[in-house]
């Protein structure tokens, strides 16, 4: 296994596991204000942003960088 694997924090990470992660850590409030993005604000639930997260590089990209730091 090369280095940068190793010191990636989301190697092994599925977008799912992310997403629960940030809204135990965060909440739906806090994730909405930081992400300004409808699934966040409307209704959210997990299923329903994975759906948009799955279509929306530039809007995983922000999760994935907010799960970063929450690390």
């Given at each position: 296994?090369?280095n940068?694997?190793?010191h990636d924090?989301?190697?092994?990470?599925t977008?799912?596991?992310m997403l629960?992660r940030?809204?135990?850590?965060y909440?739906w409030?806090?994730?909405?204000?930081?992400?300004?993005?409808?699934?966040?604000?409307n209704?959210?639930s997990?299923?329903?942003s994975l759906k948009?997260?799955?279509?929306?590089?530039?809007?995983?990209?922000?999760?994935?960088?907010?799960?970063r730091k929450?690390?």
């Open positions: 296994m090369t940068q694997r190793l924090p989301l190697h092994g990470v977008l799912e596991m629960t940030l809204v135990e850590h909440g409030n806090k994730m909405g204000r930081v992400i300004n993005i409808k699934c966040f604000n209704d959210p997990i299923k329903s948009f997260l799955r279509k929306t590089p530039w809007a995983r990209k922000k999760v994935e960088d907010l799960y929450c690390k």
